[in-house]
């Protein structure tokens, strides 16, 4: 038992490590202006027009780094530090959120499985601590509830995996474009590159730490049965 609370610690640190050090990224990399001096606005308007997709928009939300693709509206919504700034930082935001608009309209066969696993997400996710929880206090007399428990933390791992081979791909799309239509090429191109491997860390920890979750999980089950 105290080594799973070992693997926590280790995860708990790893995912704070690596999110203050993609904050310190962006912030870095958003100090460097572009030299075409155009906005995150206009790097996604010219990406998704250059793929031949013009049933997207863009929009300005909320929030820090909240910039996200909406497959269902078919918008690209970026921050507003994304959406008006002129860096590097920007970019490289921008262009990866642009990437997930062009693996929607491409079927890209990865974001098909990850959007046919939402509805099943959202329903395990609203559940799956309450039933955990039951499970755990009824484990030697109702271990059923648990395994049920199991089951849809097991939906919310798979969805955490899958979402892996999306995020790096949208990345590898928008660093191409970024190089080759010179907005980020060199010096600028590495730093985007950097910036958008430090938001990739964050999917391969939270996937991972769901991972080592699970397991926990499943020993407890197999120990209950005992």
């Given at each position: 038992m105290l080594n799973i609370w070992i693997i926590f610690g280790v995860f708990m640190l790893a995912s704070w490590i690596v999110g203050r050090q993609l904050k310190t990224?962006?912030?870095?990399?958003?100090q460097i202006p572009l030299n075409t001096g155009i906005s995150g606005k206009e790097v996604a308007e010219r990406m998704l027009a250059e793929n031949g997709i013009y049933d997207v928009t863009v929009h300005s939300v909320q929030g820090e780094l909240s910039d996200h693709y909406h497959p269902g509206k078919k918008t690209v919504n970026l921050s507003p530090a994304v959406y008006s700034g002129r860096n590097v930082a920007a970019a490289a935001v921008a262009a990866h959120e642009c990437g997930h608009a062009i693996q929607h309209a491409r079927a890209y066969s990865f974001l098909k499985m990850r959007s046919a696993l939402v509805p099943a997400v959202s329903f395990?996710?609203?559940?799956v601590?309450?039933?955990?929880?039951a499970g755990i206090f009824l484990v030697q007399s109702m271990p059923q509830i648990l395994l049920a428990g199991i089951v849809l933390f097991a939906v919310t791992t798979l969805f955490s995996f899958i979402t892996l081979p999306v995020e790096v791909d949208a990345s590898r799309?928008?660093?191409?474009?970024?190089n080759t239509t010179g907005i980020a090429s060199g010096t600028a191109h590495a730093k985007a590159k950097d910036a958008l491997k430090w938001a990739a860390y964050t999917y391969v920890v939270a996937a991972l730490s769901s991972l080592a979750t699970l397991v926990y999980y499943i020993l407890i089950y197999l120990g209950g049965r005992d």
């Amino acid at each position: 038992m105290l080594n799973i609370w070992i693997i926590f610690g280790v995860f708990m640190l790893a995912s704070w490590i690596v999110g203050r050090q993609l904050k310190t990224r962006f912030k870095k990399y958003a100090q460097i202006p572009l030299n075409t001096g155009i906005s995150g606005k206009e790097v996604a308007e010219r990406m998704l027009a250059e793929n031949g997709i013009y049933d997207v928009t863009v929009h300005s939300v909320q929030g820090e780094l909240s910039d996200h693709y909406h497959p269902g509206k078919k918008t690209v919504n970026l921050s507003p530090a994304v959406y008006s700034g002129r860096n590097v930082a920007a970019a490289a935001v921008a262009a990866h959120e642009c990437g997930h608009a062009i693996q929607h309209a491409r079927a890209y066969s990865f974001l098909k499985m990850r959007s046919a696993l939402v509805p099943a997400v959202s329903f395990a996710s609203k559940w799956v601590q309450w039933v955990l929880l039951a499970g755990i206090f009824l484990v030697q007399s109702m271990p059923q509830i648990l395994l049920a428990g199991i089951v849809l933390f097991a939906v919310t791992t798979l969805f955490s995996f899958i979402t892996l081979p999306v995020e790096v791909d949208a990345s590898r799309r928008a660093l191409a474009w970024l190089n080759t239509t010179g907005i980020a090429s060199g010096t600028a191109h590495a730093k985007a590159k950097d910036a958008l491997k430090w938001a990739a860390y964050t999917y391969v920890v939270a996937a991972l730490s769901s991972l080592a979750t699970l397991v926990y999980y499943i020993l407890i089950y197999l120990g209950g049965r005992d």
